[in-house]
């Protein structure tokens, strides 16, 4: 499969065109941003740490049921995935307080929450991709009841997955965000990536922080935390 021309560039990944139009390569980047672009820095190999973790997750939610985008991973930071039109909606779900949660109900990062949530935000880098519920986003047009309905069920099958798989390496899924695309005949799919940029990964003995959360709060340390989720999960070392 070649590569062709870049078809866009977002703030972690670039995305290019291949010679089968319903195939595209993502390329991801070191390059981190927090707070909707204002905070922006680089992660030494993020990129080559997100795209194999990220494929990684999206063979394993395959296998337990989960359609995804996910084709070929062909080389460390390139991976070939479906063509897809992205749902503009940032879907989180949380298993423990943490983040805009915490701060909008004023509850202590790190309470156990009583049962998953689910929540929306929509994707609109002007708007500081506010959150939105489901009369918004189906008044809107951004997803219909029966997409949202798929999207639903789909997303606690995957946080129920992913963290009965996490906890096996010491690691708590606090919450993630995903993404859903749909391919050309309307399947709804896993889209985007699963990756310390996108989850709160906590050490589940010591709490402490490994992924994003410590560049966004200048914590130091934080390509250390990448690696070792890598390390825990893929066995792989710097
Ligand atoms: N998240 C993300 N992209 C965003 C916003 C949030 O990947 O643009 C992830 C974030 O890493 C965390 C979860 O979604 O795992 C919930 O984030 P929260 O709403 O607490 O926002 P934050 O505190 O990160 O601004």
């Known amino acids: 499969m070649k590569k062709g021309a870049q078809l866009y560039e977002g703030k972690a990944k670039k995305v290019f065109l291949t010679d089968d139009p319903e195939v595209l390569m993502v ?26 973790l990220t494929n990684h997750f999206m063979k394993m939610l395959e296998e337990n049921g989960i359609p995804t985008h996910y084709i070929e991973e062909i080389s460390d930071r390139e991976t070939l995935v479906k063509k897809v039109s992205i749902i503009p909606l940032e879907v989180i779900v949380r298993n423990i307080a943490a983040g805009s949660f915490s701060k909008r109900y004023g509850v202590e990062e790190g309470k156990s929450l009583l049962s998953p949530t689910l929540e929306f935000s ?28 798929i999207v639903s069920e789909y997303t ?28 050309s005949d309307g399947t709804i799919v896993l889209a985007d990536e699963i990756s310390p940029d996108t989850c709160r ?17 200048d914590m ?9 989720i890598m390390k825990r999960i893929l066995g792989e070392s710097k």
């Open 201 to 217: 990964f906590w050490d589940s003995k010591t709490h402490e922080k490994l992924d994003k959360d410590r560049f966004r709060r």
């Open 27 to 52: 390329d991801y980047k070191d390059d981190a941003t927090a707070f909707n672009g204002e905070k922006k820095g680089t992660i030494a190999e993020k990129g080559i740490i997100n795209n194999r």
């Open 156 to 183: 606690f099958k995957i946080n129920d997955i992913l963290k009965n798989y996490l906890i096996k390496f010491g690691i708590e899924l606090v919450d993630f965000k995903i993404e859903f695309g749909k391919t």
């Open 220 to 228: 130091g340390g934080v390509e250390d935390a990448y690696w070792e």
């Open 122 to 149: 929509y994707k609109n880098d002007d708007l500081g991709d506010p959150l939105i519920n489901e009369y918004h986003i189906i008044a809107l047009g951004l997803a219909t009841r029966e997409e949202l309905d």
